[in-house]
C-alpha cells in the first residue's frame, strides 16, 4: 500500500470541510471515487475546487476538467493539483506561508 502523500491529506481535509461532518477524514479512501463513492454533487464539487484553489493558492484550468478528474483523491492530488502547486515542497499550507 502507498503511503498517503501531504497533498493527499490535504485534498481529503478540503472534502471533509465539504460534505460538513457526513465524513472524517480517516473514512475516506484515498482511492475512493469522489463522486461515485463519496456522493460529492454539482454544487459541492464547484465548492470543492474553489477551496482547493484556495488551499493550496493555484488557479485550476477549468477547460481541463472533467468528472474523470474527480475519480479518486489519489487521481485528483496527482494529476491536478500536484503539478500546479510544485509538487510536496511547494504545496505548503496556506497557514504556514509567511
Known amino acids: ?5 501531504d497533498i493527499e491529506t490535504r485534498v481529503k481535509k478540503v472534502l471533509v470541510d465539504i460534505f460538513k461532518g457526513k465524513f472524517e477524514a480517516h473514512e475516506i479512501s ?11 454533487d454539482s454544487l459541492q464539487a464547484i465548492e470543492f475546487l474553489l477551496r482547493v484553489e484556495e488551499e493550496f493558492d493555484i488557479e485550476l484550468e477549468y477547460e481541463s476538467l472533467s468528472l ?4 479518486s483523491v ?7 493539483v500536484q503539478p500546479l502547486a510544485g509538487g510536496e515542497e511547494g504545496a505548503e499550507p496556506r497557514e504556514a506561508r509567511t
Open 68 to 71: 474523470q478528474t474527480l475519480r
Open 30 to 40: 484515498i482511492e475512493a471515487d469522489i463522486v461515485q463513492d463519496l456522493g460529492l
Open 74 to 80: 489519489r487521481q485528483f492530488s496527482a494529476e491536478t
Open 1 to 5: 500500500m502507498v503511503p498517503e502523500s
